[in-house]
């Protein structure tokens, strides 16, 4: 069973910075993978997505201030937020997609990300 673990969120202020962190048990050298968001009330979205051949895309609201990167090596991806607004505030998650474009199940808990004064 895949086993997706997200980590490195916490309470930031409005304009700081956080790195999530996701490992997963298995390889993903041939998946792309992904961030996800869920905020209260709101249903799960994407953030950004990196190819097996490292070419990333964001949603709009994740361009110029979030980075997604990977490192296959180690089975893990990242996420860099910068300029943090409130809005950013939810639980994120990630996940990739299997060869028949699956997403990986079942998701991890996620982190929670809180952007507050």
């Known amino acids: 069973q895949v086993q997706l673990v997200e980590s490195g969120g916490g309470l930031v202020q409005p304009g700081g910075s956080l790195t999530l962190s996701c490992s997963v048990n298995r390889s993903i050298s041939v998946n792309d993978v992904a961030w996800f968001r869920q905020a209260p009330g709101n249903e799960r979205e994407l953030v950004a997505r990196?190819?097996?051949?490292?070419?990333?895309t964001y949603s709009d609201f994740a361009k110029d201030r979030f980075t997604i990167s990977r490192d296959n090596f180690k089975n893990r991806w990242y996420l860099r937020m910068t300029s943090l607004r409130r809005e950013d505030t939810a639980v994120y998650f990630c996940n990739g997609w299997t060869m028949k474009e699956e997403l990986f199940d079942p998701w991890g808990q996620g982190t929670q990300v809180t952007v507050s004064e």
């Open positions: 990196i190819t097996k051949r490292n070419v990333a």
